[in-house]
């Protein structure tokens, strides 16, 4: 399953497949990003990070791309499981005067069994 | 345990009434932040703190304040003017600013 433009509120995919979670992010200037994963009722958790300086990061099952000529952020999940399920945000850094972390609005991830 | 402990889960207040929400955590993290979220939506940052006895309003600190007076607290007051104040708040801290950020579990604040 994919998630594509500038914000798709829900992915639902078939358990076992591959999942892909699209972010564009707004700052030209932003030199770090991070993918949250958010539970019901629960604070966010960190999944994975990419620096500016990096297209590509690997962790387990899970691959963060960065396109910055694009502003366009990616999130994909390998084999996708139950425990997937859950809110995803990824988030930049804004660098101004000082850092502040900004969030997209985010994306329900469904896992269908 | 090394984490950060938000307190109470849930809080319920009388319109009019300021409330304090606390945040303590021990990772020994210079950074806290505070952000509200609501049903749908992504976090929007209220106050962030870089260093002791130092912080800056994020992008909706009206009605809101914060005090950072030890490393490890960095308690939120909702005031009364404050017009639509129920809401998910969460708590984060980090090593520094432009570092990964932590988050506790959230106190979800309820205006009765």
């Known amino acids: 399953g994919e998630s594509v433009g500038l914000h798709l509120p829900t992915l639902s995919v078939q358990e076992g497949d591959n999942s892909i979670i699209n972010c564009a992010y707004s700052?030209?200037?932003?030199?770090?990003f991070i993918w949250y994963k958010q539970e019901s009722g629960k604070g966010p958790q960190f999944i994975i990070d990419?620096?500016?300086?990096?297209d590509k990061r690997q962790g387990q099952r899970v691959t963060v791309l960065l396109n910055k000529t694009v502003k366009h952020l990616s999130l994909q999940i390998a084999a996708t499981q139950p425990g997937d399920s859950a809110v995803y945000f990824c988030a930049e850094n804004l660098r101004g005067n000082d850092y502040k972390l900004s969030f997209g609005a985010g994306t329900t991830v469904t896992v269908r069994a | 345990d090394g984490g950060i402990t938000q307190s109470p889960k849930y809080l319920f207040r009388k319109e009019g009434q300021n409330v304090t929400l606390s945040c303590e955590q021990n990772?020994?993290?210079?950074?806290m932040y505070w952000y509200r979220q609501d049903p749908g939506q992504g976090l929007r940052l209220i106050y962030y703190s870089q260093i002791v006895n130092d912080f800056q309003k994020g992008d909706i600190a009206e009605g809101y304040s914060v005090s950072r007076e030890k490393k490890e607290s960095f308690p939120l007051t909702v005031t009364s003017a404050q017009k639509n104040p129920t809401a998910f708040y969460l708590c984060?801290?980090?090593?520094?600013?432009?570092?990964?950020?932590?988050f506790g579990q959230g106190t979800r604040l309820t205006v009765v």
């Open positions: 984060a801290s980090s090593k520094q600013l432009n570092t990964e950020a932590f």
């Open positions: 700052n030209s200037a932003s030199d770090y």
């Open positions: 990419i620096r500016s300086n990096m």
């Open positions: 990772l020994n993290h210079d950074a």
